[in-house]
């Protein structure tokens, strides 16, 4: 079942006083998740995972394109019922505590009373806000206000949940535990579209990923189908090795780095069986120290997706006039 | 819809109480009770009218700084802050939030009204209480005039235009620009009336029909100030009551609609 739907959507912001021109932040975007999907929306800094994401949430109006969510459009009620958003960075009133910001908003989905208490008490406690929640949030850490967005993202049980950098300002301690509640909301049957740079995230998260670079959606799939997950090759480290020896193994190996003294890391393509390698240089007197095989992952995707991108010429930023 | 709307007026009014609006209210008791002392020193007779006159004149000062500054924040605190972003997508329509945000500073400015007439009142209670002959001497208007009540309600409906004006300039405007404008529109106000016969004194056709449109579109401010004719003791008919409230009520809507529709079409960037 679709749990979202995105068809051709473009944003254009009007840049410059006087003489207005948009300016194309997001162009002919264009996704299907499915429910119970984990979807990792990945992409660096300023390249329109934000603006989708307030589009979906109708906090800003698309240009032109469409929207389905759960069958409807954004702005349905029944919609916005059924869905929870965590902005990046959320700022909540100051003067409320986080008890008081969840029952506030629990309010506007309908909980009242003693419902309303316990489901909040319970949601603070699974986000690890514990003694603070009768504090006003103006005292908040970062990541403390993290969490409570969580909260409130999570507070009406919702069937999709859009997270913006649900990681970010979080220590590791916390990232453990956000990458746990997403997994227990996935079991749950909810549907996860969160936006992300941080690509271990992603790599540990999502069932699929699409990766936004300028404005355009520069490819989109299961993990297992963007990334090559065959052994591309070794890395084998040794002490008390001669470098001297070195030329004699050329043949098998790729590189030597020098790690420090008598230490190197020696990379070896996969068709070099590596413990013979391993061997081999034992019996020159190099001692063995750890052995990896190496896989081509997600950053090394995004990096060579975002570079090809970046050399091609700019296109849909500034939109020509007339 | 009742609810949604009544919870973001409940936070607005709570808003206002933790940081501390209220506090106004214990400089007005200050003001009221020292006036009374130093009147009392001076003047004889005349101390009661004076009184009302000081009364109801910081009423109006002290809610018209509450209207217009919280009012031109109202609205643009919470997309400069972001906490729009949170709000907006849970199931509240963007018009709800607005009446929502008018009601909330509605409740603070009624608040504060009350507690000022019931300071006021106890303060010319004492003033009778301890000088019989203020009973007698007062003429125009007895002491504990239950007209006040007119002044306070009128000057009740006026300070909700004045906030219905700066929230819809909230809407789109800084909160400096805001206030400047919501305080020029009042100052304007107060003289509206006589833009409706500007023709009398200009030729120019174009010019005196600009002033008749000004006439409409501006607010007319000065009906709503009857404190002359309360602390004199002149009568103010029923009917002109009714009237003031009514146009103070569809200005103030008109107002609102204008906000929301401006709010309704706004990015959120």
């Not at chain 2, 500007?198 to 030729?203: D, G, P, T, Y």
């Not at chain 2, 569809?250 to 107002?255: D, E, G, H, T, V």
Request: charged share 20%; glycine share 8%; hydrophobic share 50%.
């Amino acid at each position: 079942m679709v749990a979202l739907e995105i068809e051709q959507l473009s944003k254009d912001f009007a840049t410059g006083f006087w003489r207005p021109r948009p300016y194309r932040a997001l162009d002919a975007l264009s996704l299907r998740i499915e429910t119970n999907e984990v979807f990792g929306f990945l992409g660096p800094n300023g390249a329109g995972k934000t603006t989708t994401l307030k589009l979906l949430t109708q906090l800003i109006y698309p240009t032109s394109g469409r929207i389905s969510i759960l069958g409807r459009p954004p702005g349905d009620l029944e919609v916005r019922r059924r869905i929870g958003y965590l902005p990046e960075a959320p700022y909540f009133y100051d003067y409320l505590t986080a008890e008081e910001l969840l029952a506030y908003f629990g309010g506007l989905f309908g909980l009242r009373g003693a419902a309303c208490r316990a489901r909040v008490g319970d949601l603070l406690d699974r986000v690890g806000i514990g003694g603070e929640r009768r504090l006003p949030l103006r005292k908040y850490s970062k990541g403390m206000l993290q969490r409570v967005g969580l909260a409130q993202a999570i507070l009406n049980e919702p069937d999709i949940v859009f997270l913006d950098e649900p990681m970010s300002g979080l220590d590791p301690l916390g990232r453990r535990d956000v990458r746990a509640l997403i997994l227990e909301l996935r079991d749950r049957g909810c549907t996860i579209f969160f936006s992300s740079h941080i690509l271990s995230d992603a790599e540990a998260l999502c069932s699929r990923v699409g990766i936004i670079v300028g404005g355009q959606l520069v490819t989109a799939g299961a993990l297992s189908e963007i990334l090559a997950f065959d052994v591309s090759g070794w890395e084998i480290v040794m002490a008390e090795l001669d470098p001297a020896v070195l030329p004699d193994f050329q043949a098998r190996i790729r590189r030597a780095t020098r790690i420090s003294a008598g230490r190197y890391a020696i990379e070896a393509p996969s068709e070099t069986e590596p413990d013979r390698l391993v061997a081999d240089l034992r019996a020159r007197g190099a001692r063995f120290l750890s052995a990896n095989p190496l896989r081509s992952t997600l950053e090394d995707f995004f990096v060579q997706q975002v570079a090809a991108r970046r050399a091609q010429p700019p296109a849909g930023r500034l939109m020509p006039e007339g | 819809m009742v609810r949604v709307i009544g919870l973001v007026a409940y936070h607005v009014f709570k808003e206002s109480v933790r940081d501390k609006v209220l506090y106004n209210l214990v400089l007005f008791a200050v003001l009221m009770i020292g006036a009374s002392y130093l009147l009392g020193q001076l003047t004889a007779g005349q101390d009661v009218k004076i009184i009302k006159d000081l009364g109801l004149a910081a009423s109006s000062m002290f809610g018209l700084f509450i209207a217009v500054f919280i009012g031109v924040g109202l609205v643009w605190k919470e997309v400069d802050r972001r906490s729009v972003h949170n709000l907006l997508v849970k199931p509240i329509r963007r018009h709800q939030f607005i009446i929502g945000k008018f009601l909330g500073l509605a409740v603070t400015l009624l608040v504060n009204l009350a507690v000022m007439a019931i300071a006021l009142y106890a303060v010319l209670a004492l003033m009778a209480w301890r000088e019989p002959s203020l009973v007698k001497a007062s003429v125009d208007a007895p002491v504990l005039d239950p007209r006040l009540l007119i002044a306070f309600g009128l000057l009740y409906v006026q300070l909700l235009v004045v906030t219905s004006v700066a929230l819809c300039f909230s809407t789109f405007s800084s909160p400096l620009l805001s206030a400047a404008l919501t305080a020029g529109l009042y100052v304007v106000g107060h003289f509206n009336a006589d833009l409706a016969h500007f023709e009398n004194v200009v030729a120019s056709p174009a010019a005196a029909w600009l002033a008749k449109a000004m006439y409409y579109l501006l607010p007319n401010l000065a009906p709503f100030d009857v404190k002359l004719a309360v602390v004199h003791g002149q009568p103010i008919a029923a009917g002109f009551v009714a009237l003031t409230a009514g146009y103070g009520v569809l200005y103030m809507a008109a107002m609102i609609t204008l906000a929301s529709l401006i709010f309704a079409r706004r990015d959120f960037k």
